[in-house]
């Protein structure tokens, strides 16, 4: 009988580590996994001498990477002219689609979004900031140049280093952090 009650209560103990030993601060946190982009929408609204004209980018890859070929709709736009800018994020392969955008902005210290041009003069400015006064990238203005073509790349960087060299002046040559999305629009100025 002795023998009995010691097998049970040694069995009761290591049950008992067990238990706290499975409900241990150490286990590893839920992974927040990345949302899906499917499309990117950039939309200009002229001001001053093209007040009024509204021009869309847009890249939409419905299947994802490696499958069918991305929709981009690349934009044209007013030499010396200026625009509003406003980005936009969406998981369309969702039905409604979810506005990724959403998500951006309530976790813009989290975020920037950068514009990146070649052979043609685009010069943007942040017109929204995140809760440590930097620059998120949702809403902006723009200055182009003289009629040309060229390339614009719009980036998504989730985590950067938004007091790096330049990052918040939007070069994300030092920004660090990882790219959600990062896309090369085709650009007229004419």
Known sequence: MKLTRI?????????????????????????????LITTLRVTFTGTGPNEGEVVTAVFKDLDG???????????????????????????????????????????????????????????YQYDDQDVNSKPIGLSGSVLVGAAGTGTLQVLLIHEPNKDATGVSGGDPTNAGGETDISVTFNVTIQ
């Open 7 to 35: 097998k049970f209560y040694s069995l009761a103990v290591f049950a008992a580590i067990l238990t706290t030993t499975a409900c241990s601060s150490d286990d590893p946190e839920p992974v927040n996994e990345e949302e």
């Open 65 to 123: 990477t490696g499958g069918n070929d991305p929709e981009i709709t690349n934009p044209v736009l007013a030499a010396n002219g200026s625009y509003d800018v406003s980005v936009a994020f969406l998981n369309e392969a969702e039905s409604p689609a979810e506005n990724i955008t959403l998500e951006v902005q309530e976790e813009g210290d989290e975020h920037q979004v950068f514009f990146v041009a070649n052979n043609i003069t685009f010069t």
